[in-house]
């Protein structure tokens, strides 16, 4: 008989953890030695490590535990659909909690926004979007226009086509990617707008880039833009004024496919179910969804398509949209996102983000006064806290001193995980978040900061300039 493995000692789970589990995104360099905190439990916006410490889940989870942890509504409501029936296949049954889940959802949609393919999470949307629209002018008959814009900072996702479609360059170096498919543009990014462009000239000259772009590949090789309303993980990067609009007429002008990627910006995180019309005066012909769709109770995605394109599509003879997942509706998810859905609408979440979120982004801004913070953005419940080398000056105090990470380490002592992206701690906490527990939030990330900035004074490694 194979010896048992020994249950590790609570000292050395974390390192027994840490050499099982290849995590995503890991530094292979520290594979097994890496501090990653143990969480035990959750509730609220709260996280609770092994020791039974109570941490502030600033990032809420991935950008997804909408609701906040521990919704009793969300596991009954998984609970009964496990005990009642937990799978069909979506490949020849239906069922009425996905049809009537896919109703409510489209809803809140804009314009004619009205079909749902659902997938098993967010990389899963990307993808078969991108594959819908190669497949829907296919089906036009204009199989050369293939070729999809994107931009630098976006983040879409896992899969060969949708991390093709993301532009952070720490993600390119060992990785093979679709280059003869997707191309990028710069990032909408005001913080680095020349000091001698207006606000209306920068959001021009991006717009012009879409523009210029398309021109070059040709009208009739480009099917697709794909784009976060506000680029989510590339640093929450909020685009000029009027930049949606206006880079939604270029691709009409174009026969470009306009995809709002809103798999973090839509359920709640700015206020509204999808935020791309309500926030941005934007209405595209593909919007994707997931994280908040369950709030991260279990996977789900959507990709939500205009009737626009479907009716180009319907009927059509012999042609089947080969495209598809185990998990595409599955009776959990869907009972999961039906009682998310609930839960927003019952206690207004949507309202409570409204209301909150200006005074989340008023506090956070504070910060600005501390020396190595340069900008404070976002907008609703996401955000960044950028830390640069001088504010006159905005290069970034980047990846030598892992500045993000130690304000993350000082923080988490203090009872508040960041979301730390080199020189930018990001956060996007649960919708439920109380003006209160804002102001605790602010002012362990101020205190986290201010350590930092000793830490890095005392090792010679800045001095303010
Ligand atoms: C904007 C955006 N698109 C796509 C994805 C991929 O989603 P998933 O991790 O669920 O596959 C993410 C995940 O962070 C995201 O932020």
């Known amino acids: 008989m194979p010896k048992s493995t020994p249950i590790p000692e609570k000292k050395d789970l974390l390192n027994t953890l840490d050499d099982r589990i290849l995590y995503p995104w890991q530094y292979l360099e520290y594979r097994g030695e890496d501090s990653r905190t143990i969480i035990d439990k959750s509730k609220g916006i709260y996280l609770y490590d092994q020791t039974g410490r109570q941490l502030i889940d600033g990032p809420g989870g991935m950008w997804n535990v909408n609701v906040g942890h521990g919704v009793k509504e969300i596991a009954d409501a998984v609970y009964n659909q496990i005990t009642k029936m937990p799978y069909a296949s979506p490949f020849t049954e239906s069922t009425e909690i996905a049809y009537n889940y896919a109703s409510r959802l489209v809803k809140y949609a804009p314009g004619d926004l009205k079909r749902v393919f659902f997938t098993s999470g967010g990389s899963s949307a990307v993808d078969s979007a991108l594959r819908f629209v190669m497949f829907y002018n296919n089906v036009r008959g204009l199989r050369d226009k293939k070729q999809i814009i994107s931009r630098h900072d976006a983040y879409h996702g896992s899969t060969f086509l949708g991390a093709s479609c993301s532009g952070k360059e720490r993600d390119k170096n060992n990785f093979d990617f679709a280059d003869n498919l997707v191309h990028h543009l710069s990032a909408p990014n005001p913080f680095k707008k020349p000091d001698d462009l207006s606000d209306e000239e920068f959001c021009d000259l991006k717009v012009k880039e879409l523009e210029n772009k398309i021109l070059e590949l040709g009208q009739d090789k480009v099917a697709a833009f794909i784009a976060e309303p ?25 026969d470009v496919i306009y995809i709002s990627d809103e798999i973090v910006t839509g359920f709640g995180r700015l206020g509204h179910i999808f935020a791309s019309e309500n926030y941005f005066d934007l209405e595209p012909d593909i919007i994707l969804l997931a994280k908040g769709i369950t709030s991260g109770y279990v996977p789900c995605g959507a990709v939500v398509i205009s009737e626009k394109l479907m009716s180009q599509l319907d009927n059509k003879e012999k042609v089947i949209f080969s495209n598809g997942f185990t998990d595409s509706g599955h009776p959990v998810s869907m009972a999961a996102a039906t009682a998310t859905l ?43 806290v950028e830390c640069v080398i001088s504010k006159e000056k905005k290069d970034p105090l980047n990846l030598q001193y892992e500045i993000a990470s130690r304000i993350n380490s000082h923080c988490q002592n203090l009872g508040l995980i960041v979301r730390p992206l080199f020189n930018t701690c990001v956060m996007s906490p649960s919708l439920i978040i109380t003006k209160e527990q804002i102001d605790d939030l602010v002012s362990i990330l101020r205190k986290g900061i201010e350590l930092a900035t000793d830490d890095i004074k005392k090792e010679g490694l800045w001095s303010a300039s």
């Open 230 to 254: 506000i680029l989510a993980s590339g640093g929450v990067i909020v685009p000029p004024k009027g930049y949606h609009k206006k880079t939604r007429e270029i691709c009409t002008k174009y």
């Open 342 to 384: 609930d839960y927003i609408e019952k206690n207004n979440l949507l309202e409570h983000v409204q209301e909150v979120g200006p005074y989340f982004q008023s506090k956070l801004s504070e910060l600005i006064d501390l020396p190595i913070v340069g900008d404070v953005r976002g907008e609703g419940l996401m955000a960044a």
